[in-house]
């Protein structure tokens, strides 16, 4: 399954460093941050997410079953509390977090 993600030119920025820094893709620095985010927790924490500016940037990529399962159960028990009524937004959420709580290029996952 493939999503787009909308993403702030902050979020985008910080990916392509990110994305650089690790040697992965753009799009496969995405999918392993939201990814590695639904792993390490379950439940939403909003604490750190900043306001975004009003440029938009999109990626995409795509998701096995048992990733979009995953996906599909963080956001069904966390939509309330992230405000958002669809998946992709959620995942976008995701992703803007994990780049700030973990700015420097992880060593997990696939490089593309």
Known sequence: MNITLRIDSTTNQKLSVSSESSGRSK??????RVLDYIA?????????IQ???????????DLN???NKLLNHF????KK??????KTDAAALILQQHL???????TYGDRE
């Open 27 to 32: 799009k496969m620095e995405a999918k392993n």
């Open 40 to 48: 390490r927790f379950s439940r939403w924490d909003k604490t750190s």
């Open 51 to 61: 306001s975004v500016d009003g440029s938009y940037s999109h990626v995409s990529f």
């Open 65 to 67: 079953i048992e990733e």
């Open 75 to 78: 956001f069904s028990v966390n």
């Open 81 to 86: 509390g992230m405000g958002v009524t669809r």
């Open 100 to 106: 700030s709580l973990f700015p420097d290029a992880p």
